[in-house]
């Protein structure tokens, strides 16, 4: 039972990383706290490989940064809006603004590297 | 049952055609021009159509497998009803035994083959030990069971108008990738085996990959690898699934880059496995460039004779190869247990490799056409059950032998390839369970128990015996044909190894655990 708890925890959390293009305006532009959002594609090998360390990283931070992660194909219009143009596309938005970009295969230390001074 | 596809929508589902001018290269090269597109019409969005289901019109692809009628629940996960699924080379070893699976669990199977397999074992002067019918025989039997295949004759190298005629035809919704000749020792005969393998497997599937583009795009490739490709280096370092996971590192001259998602090195042993290692690239590049959907199955090396459908009656087995070109290790050493011919074993024989019984492995296939990529999606799976040494498998067969009142002896003979038999190994082969839910059942020793039991039967062994001499290996990888010169021959249980096994993996109840452990056991037991 505790097992299947946690479980179904952790798939809620999974879900909870990616969102639409509908729930952009809500989740990012109207977040209170910095929000890093990677765009992915789901043809690129690197994404695939960065999605665990987005969830830990989302674990880690445990809320003071909000992290992301949107389908540029199935979301094209904010993609394009961004002119996403590399994935992954790791992008930080701070009261509904686009204050850093950073594309490509990131380690986990690069990824937070990204997030500094981003958190006060 | 937990499903592991369920959360899975219609971005995964073969049927849905996308549709909406849906322009994956919205990243990058063709920026101006979706935006173009989207300033022109800004309702623009990205719908499918069901192939399935043409009455639901244009929607967006949300729906997951759990909600979808199509999709019904089978013990390894969702499935599609009737799913349909072509096999080529349906003739051999693991497309006959995967054919008949498949059409258990309610697919409707297609399957193609150029019987080039039956060719080069009777050109070498072999045979398959356990007799397998015509394939019009063979299908007539496996309609006797219920099991309908719709099979058709066909080259998919030298024939690709009759190849893509047949994909229009069937519309397949998976398609296994078994058209390969299997065999490291073939392609290293000489230059006409080197370029008869390469030209067959490696233009096979470049040939497929055209017409899966042209004809069945949405379509997922399961193309069988082996883990052959990554070799054993001697570093050390781990054959991760394909490519490196994000947190891998490049460090060189004070600076750091992410290795996360790139190709991991390869390092193939044979022609054979050159040839494997340019599939690779070439079915990567294709999703690359057209958005195909595959999967790469780096399978281990593979025995056994028992499947629940090919045991069901004789007609229905697959064939048994045991002589030096196209018989697995473990598969031979029980012929040779059978046949009272000592068990060879290359060099020091503490060479490690990746195992998996033939019924796992089939599991896996069927798990991972449940499972379907997304667009563009190209995926690698170490298929493996268990890692062992070499020379312990030579002591698992002689102990199990024992069993049949066989004496079996092993005997070490000089390498005849170019690798070396001292190494590292760590392999990484964690996706199957986790992502795809594989249950490992087939334990070693059973299975070489069931292998003896069928081959020790009069009519089977008479077979073996009319081909004794075709077992030991000749085919050297520079170039010679001449007998292996003996090191040494000794008795099970006597040998003591240097190495030790740095990784055990085993799925099936720690079983190979207990193997591994072989020496220390022994130690213990003196002690």
Redesign the interface.
Known sequence: MEKNFQESKK?EKK?KLEITEKEFQKEVIDSKKPVLVM?W??????????E??LEEIAIELNGKINIKKMN???N??I??RY?????P?FCVFKNGELVKRKF?????K?ILEILENENN | MEMLNAEKTCWNCPAAILKGNVDFRSCGQSKEEIKKKMEENPDFQVVIECARRPELGHFEPSITFEQCPEWQETKYGLMLKNMRVMILGIDGYLGWALALKLCKIGCKVSGVDNYKRRDMVMEKGSQTAIPIPRMTDRIHAAKEHGYHINFRRIDIRKEINKLREFLQEVKPEAIVHYAEVPSAPYSMVDANHALDVQDNNTLGTLAILFAMKDIVPESSMIKLGTMGEYGAPLTGRPLFEGMFPADAILQWDNREWSLGGELTPRNPGSFYHVGKVQDTYNVYEACRYWWLRSYDVMQGVIYGVHTDEISKDKRLRTRFDFDEWFGTVINRFVAQAVLGIPLTIYGRGEQIRGFIGLDDAMQCMVRLICSPPEPGQYDVVNQISAVYRIADLAEAVAEVGEEFDLKVRIKRVENPRVEPDRHPMEVVSTKLEGEFGLKAKVRLKDEIRRMFELLTKPEIKKRLEEKKHVVDPRTRWNGDKKEMDVIEEYMPGTKKFESKLLQQIDRVDGHGKELSGIEEKREKKKA
């Open positions: 798939k879900r765009f594609g789901s043809w690129c090998p690197v994404c695939k490989r960065a665990p360390l540029i194909d199935r094209p219009h993609a394009t002119e996403v143009m590399g994935t596309n490509g295969s990131q380690s986990k690069q």
